[in-house]
């Protein structure tokens, strides 16, 4: 058994937004509802949804950008939301974030070697010779040479400013990468040198990722377990190869129907349509996803299902789970 790496035990995170009337009462939003999940060394872990499902939201709990409301977030056994600044900013070697827009998460007026650097400098554990000295090591890793070091960002490619990016995130010799779509900014030409990078570098470090995409593709080619939410809930969960050739929540199987497919003969296929039943209203204690089912039933208005197993490290939330063979998905149809 490998080590656990990441634990997140019924997070909740919820939203208060501005009142839409002067008495009335501030809407507020359930970002994530109940979230739990593991990661352990060695074995990285894709957390896959359409927008606003609480990927990004889920990424920054990990990361401790924010604290849930109630739950656990617990890195290598420690709490952190029960850490003080000095220990979680200590705490932070462990783990590191990838931002998705390669063009706002880099300071313009900063140097590549400030950008790499600054988590040492935060931690001042080095000198500026050793900073300057890690700097130039972990930009060879990610495909980069010494002389870009006093360069800016704007006189790099999305995928080389990415590839900065990756190196910011490697040069603490981190346990865990927190990835929220990191490829999804760069143009198709460019997601796939990308990927490979990260693939490279997972296996020289020992890095393991929480992958956030809305690609099934990507996680198809980073990740040994997948996660698919919706509506801040975890519906199913198992390996690639069971959720992308016998998905069995008809969620999974909406996202896996959307994916563009290569036919014999043929250009890329249409994607196929989904039948969808007449719109039902959503009832507060009904499963989430009934409302766009057709197979809902009657129990599925009146009861939320509870992710549970269905085979070995397969679980689904879903009353009447229907596995349906898909073909399996590769990075080449991203």
């Known amino acids: 058994m490998t080590e656990s ?14 009142r ?19 990661v352990r060394t060695g074995r990285s872990l894709g957390i896959v949804g359409e927008s606003g499902s609480g990927k990004s939201t889920l990424a920054r709990l990990v990361m401790a950008l924010e604290k849930p409301d109630t739950g656990r977030v617990e890195i290598l056994g420690r709490d952190m939301a029960a850490l003080d600044p000095a220990e979680l900013r ?3 070697r462990d783990f590191q974030m990838v931002f998705q827009d390669p063009y706002g998460s880099l300071d313009p007026r900063q140097t590549v070697e400030r950008i790499v650097t600054e988590p040492l400098q935060v931690q001042g554990s080095a000198t500026p010779a050793q900073r ?17 070091l006093d360069k800016y960002p704007h006189e790099f490619s999305g995928g080389q ?74 519906v199913e969960q198992g390996t690639p190869q069971q959720l992308f050739s016998e998905a069995a929540h008809p969620y999974t199987r909406a996202l896996l129907d959307a994916v563009p497919r290569m036919e014999p003969g043929a250009a890329f296929s249409a994607r196929r349509r989904i039948t ?36 070995t490290e397969h ?14 998905l590769s990075v080449n149809s991203a």
Do not use: K
């Open 5 to 18: 790496l990441l634990q997140v035990e019924a997070v909740h995170r919820t939203y208060t937004l501005p």
């Open 161 to 234: 400013r990415q590839r900065i990016a990756i190196a910011r995130a490697l040069i603490t010799r981190p346990r865990l990468i927190v990835a929220d779509e990191p490829v999804s900014a760069l143009d198709v030409s460019v997601q796939a040198q990308v990927l490979n990078l990260m693939q490279d570098l997972q296996a020289e470090f020992g890095v393991t990722y929480l992958l956030i995409s809305h690609d099934l593709a990507v996680v198809d080619h980073l990740c040994a377990e997948v996660a698919v939410m919706f509506q801040g809930r975890i």
């Open 90 to 92: 200590t705490a932070r």
């Open 20 to 38: 839409e009337t002067v008495l009335g009462r501030p809407p507020r939003v359930h970002a994530v509802q109940g979230v739990s999940f593991t």
């Open 276 to 311: 969808t039943p007449p719109a039902r209203p959503q009832l507060p204690q009904a499963c989430p996803y009934a409302h766009r089912c057709q197979h809902a039933q009657a129990v599925c208005d009146g009861s939320r299902p509870a992710l549970q197993a269905i085979g």
């Open 132 to 148: 300057r000295s890690q700097a130039r090591a972990v930009l060879a890793s990610v495909g980069l040479r010494e002389s870009d």
């Open 315 to 328: 679980l689904v939330a879903c009353h009447f789970p229907q596995a349906q063979n898909t073909s399996a």
